[in-house]
């Protein structure tokens, strides 16, 4: 079985202070790992992937995250926020392999807050 | 390109009345089709998948049930609605047989139940 743990509903930044959405998972197999935007009353937008490729992936909209299997992390970061960045952010995992039909397990979610 | 609609918008329903939420993938043939449950406060939770015509599995035991009467269409039902069944409607679709591709999702259903 896989789970995923975002830490902390809530983050609140200031414009142009350091982004960190922080994402732990659990999984018996090495996983497959995505992170997701949603903005109110819209659907999810892939920002990026980890495929047991780089473990630092970059994603859209100057985002990035790091694979650290020997934390079971998978960090959002972005250097600089701004606020159109403000909106709920999903950490997803699954298990690679034709058995898991690609059904994805998510994080609670963390919302971000950015003041001007 | 491939795109994925959602119809309504939003619905607002009665407790007891029937319910009927569809989902259509254009640009992609044979792909996997998920419908999601976001409630407030809770996440998303997987309610439905489908690998083609007919097939559906569910992850919950629930109030609603999915059809897959066409390979890009995926349609959520409930014969008589709960107050629980308020919430946040989404529909993905994923490459069929990638194993864990990316999942693309709709626009959203918004249901509330009176």
């Known amino acids: 079985a896989q789970s995923v743990t975002q830490l902390g509903s809530h983050v609140s930044v200031s414009e142009g202070a350091l982004v960190l959405l922080r994402c732990n998972y659990s999984s018996s197999v090495p996983p497959y790992l995505f992170w997701y935007v949603q903005y109110p009353n819209q659907g999810l937008q892939l920002l990026l992937k980890?495929?047991?490729?780089?473990?630092l992936v970059k994603g859209i909209n100057g985002f990035e995250a790091e694979f650290k299997k020997s934390e079971t992390s998978f960090h959002l970061t972005k250097p600089s926020a701004h606020m159109s960045d403000a909106a709920e952010y999903f950490c997803a995992v699954t298990r690679p392999g034709g058995t898991s039909y690609g059904k994805l397990t998510f994080g609670q979610g963390t919302i971000l807050t950015v003041h001007p | 390109s491939q795109t994925i609609h959602q119809w309504p918008a939003t619905l607002v329903q009665p407790v007891g009345s029937p319910l009927s939420l569809e989902c259509t993938v254009e640009g992609t043939s044979n792909p996997n089709l998920y419908w999601y449950r976001q409630a407030a406060g809770r996440g998303l939770q997987l309610l439905f998948y489908?690998?083609?015509?007919?097939?559906i599995s569910s992850e919950v035991p629930q109030n609603l049930s999915a059809s897959r009467p066409q390979d890009r269409q995926f349609i959520l039902s409930s014969k008589k609605l709960l107050l629980s069944d308020s919430g946040f409607y989404l529909c993905a679709w994923s490459v069929r047989g990638s194993g864990a591709d990316t999942q693309y999702f709709g626009p959203g259903t918004r249901l509330t139940v009176l």
């Open positions: 980890y495929t047991s490729a780089a473990t």
């Open positions: 489908s690998v083609g015509i007919g097939q």
